[in-house]
C-alpha cells in the first residue's frame, strides 16, 4: 500500500493549501472553476493523502487504486491534489488553462501522467468507474478500489442512475463513490433547479450502503472513509454492496464573504478578491505576485511518458 497516512490535523492545513493553490491557480489562469473545488477539498485530501494508493512517480503501477473525477470543471482541484500529493511541483500548478500545459481545463488522461479517465461531460465518470470496478473483479483483482467523485448537480441527469441501478444489481462492492453535495450549481441552488432529495433513499433503494458526513469536519471525513473502505475486499470485508458517501459541503468553503454563493461555479476570482479570500484562509501576503510566488517554478517536473521522451 502506498499512502502517506498523515494525522487529522496535517490532512486540515494539506487542504487548505490545496484551497490555497486553486485559488492563485484560477485567478492566473483568469478562467476555471474554483466554486466546487473548494467545497470537496476538505474530504478528497483526506482521500488522496491516506486512502488512494498510488504512486506518483509510477502512475500506471497495476497495483494502484484508481480515481474518476466525474465532475470534470472541478480540475483544479484534481491537479492541486496531485501535486501535494507528489506528482510534480505545485509551481506548474500557475500553468493551468494555458496553451501547451498538461493541466487542462478538464482533466485528460492524454495529457498528464495520473488522470485515469478524460471527464467532464457530466454524468458519464460512474458508468466508467464502475466498468473499471467490474474490470478488476473479472480480472481477479477485486482488491483494486476505484474511487468516483460527482457533483450534487449531477445527479440531475439519467446516467448516472443507469450506473447507480447496475452497480446495486452486481454487488460492485469495490466501487465508492464521494457525493459533493454543496446545493450549488451553475444555475442556481439545487433544491430550485431540480431538488434531488431524499437523495440517501434513493441510493439505498438500488441496493447500496449510504453513510452522511459533514465534508468539512476532518474527523467525520476520516470516519466516513474508513466506513466506506471496511465494506470492500480492499480490507478483507467484501459486503456485496457499493458504497456512497454523500458529504454535505458549502461552495467556496473558507472564503468567508464569498461562500455558498452559485455563481461562484465557474467564475475566477479577480486579484482584489482573490486577496480577500486568501486573507480568509489565514494567508497573508503583500499582493498577488507574491502569493504566486510562494508556489515555486511553473515546470513540469513528474512523469514522462517514453514516448514522449
Given at each position: 500500500m502506498s499512502t502517506l497516512n498523515l494525522t487529522e490535523e496535517e490532512l486540515t492545513q494539506t487542504a487548505r493549501l490545496v484551497r490555497h493553490d486553486i485559488l492563485l491557480m484560477c485567478n492566473a489562469a483568469?478562467?476555471?472553476?474554483?466554486?466546487?473545488?473548494?467545497?470537496?477539498?476538505?474530504?478528497?485530501?483526506?482521500?488522496?493523502?491516506?486512502?488512494?494508493?498510488?504512486?506518483?512517480?509510477?502512475?500506471?503501477?497495476?497495483?494502484?487504486?484508481?480515481?474518476?473525477?466525474?465532475?470534470?470543471?472541478?480540475s483544479a482541484l484534481n491537479y492541486a491534489l496531485m501535486a501535494h500529493r507528489?506528482?510534480?511541483?505545485?509551481?506548474?500548478?500557475?500553468?493551468?488553462?494555458?496553451?501547451?500545459?498538461?493541466?487542462?481545463?478538464?482533466?485528460?488522461?492524454?495529457?498528464?501522467?495520473?488522470?485515469?479517465?478524460?471527464?467532464?461531460?457530466?454524468?458519464?465518470?460512474?458508468?466508467?468507474?464502475?466498468?473499471m470496478a467490474l474490470g478488476a473483479r473479472m480480472r481477479g483483482v477485486p482488491e483494486r478500489t476505484v474511487f468516483c467523485?460527482?457533483?450534487?448537480?449531477?445527479?440531475?441527469?439519467?446516467?448516472?442512475?443507469e450506473a447507480v441501478m447496475h452497480a446495486?444489481?452486481?454487488?460492485?462492492?469495490?466501487?465508492?463513490?464521494?457525493?459533493?453535495?454543496?446545493?450549488?450549481?451553475i444555475d442556481g441552488y439545487v433544491e430550485n433547479v431540480k431538488g434531488i432529495e431524499p437523495l440517501a433513499d434513493k441510493f439505498e433503494a438500488f441496493r447500496w450502503r449510504v453513510h452522511i458526513a459533514n465534508g468539512h469536519d476532518m474527523s467525520?471525513?476520516?470516519k466516513?472513509?474508513?466506513?466506506?473502505?471496511?465494506?470492500?475486499?480492499?480490507?478483507?470485508h467484501p459486503c456485496g454492496q457499493p458504497s456512497v458517501i454523500l458529504f454535505k459541503t458549502v461552495m467556496m468553503e473558507g472564503t468567508g464573504e464569498f461562500e455558498n454563493i452559485p455563481g461562484w461555479h465557474?467564475?475566477?476570482?479577480?486579484?482584489?478578491?482573490?486577496m480577500k479570500m486568501l486573507?480568509?484562509?489565514?494567508?497573508?501576503?503583500g499582493s498577488v505576485e507574491e502569493a504566486r510566488a510562494s508556489l515555486g517554478e511553473a515546470v513540469y517536473d513528474g512523469y514522462v511518458p517514453e514516448e514522449e521522451r
Open positions: 483568469k478562467s476555471g472553476h474554483p466554486g466546487g473545488p473548494l467545497s470537496a477539498a476538505d474530504y478528497l485530501t483526506a482521500l488522496w493523502m491516506n486512502y488512494l494508493d498510488c504512486e506518483p512517480k509510477n502512475p500506471f503501477w497495476e497495483g494502484r487504486d484508481r480515481f474518476v473525477l466525474s465532475n470534470g470543471h472541478c507528489g506528482y510534480f511541483s505545485r509551481g506548474y500548478l500557475l500553468t493551468f488553462r494555458t496553451l501547451g500545459t498538461r493541466l487542462q481545463g478538464h482533466p485528460s488522461k492524454v495529457k498528464l501522467p495520473g488522470v485515469e479517465v478524460s471527464t467532464g461531460s457530466l454524468g458519464q465518470g460512474l458508468s466508467v468507474a464502475h466498468g467523485n460527482c457533483g450534487d448537480g449531477e445527479l440531475q441527469e439519467g446516467n448516472i442512475w446495486g444489481h452486481r454487488e460492485t462492492d469495490n466501487l465508492v463513490l464521494s457525493v459533493d453535495f454543496n446545493n450549488a450549481q467525520d471525513i476520516v466516513a472513509w474508513e466506513w466506506a473502505l471496511e465494506g470492500t475486499p480492499k480490507r478483507g465557474g467564475r475566477p476570482p479577480k486579484d482584489d478578491e482573490v486573507k480568509a484562509l489565514g494567508f497573508d501576503y
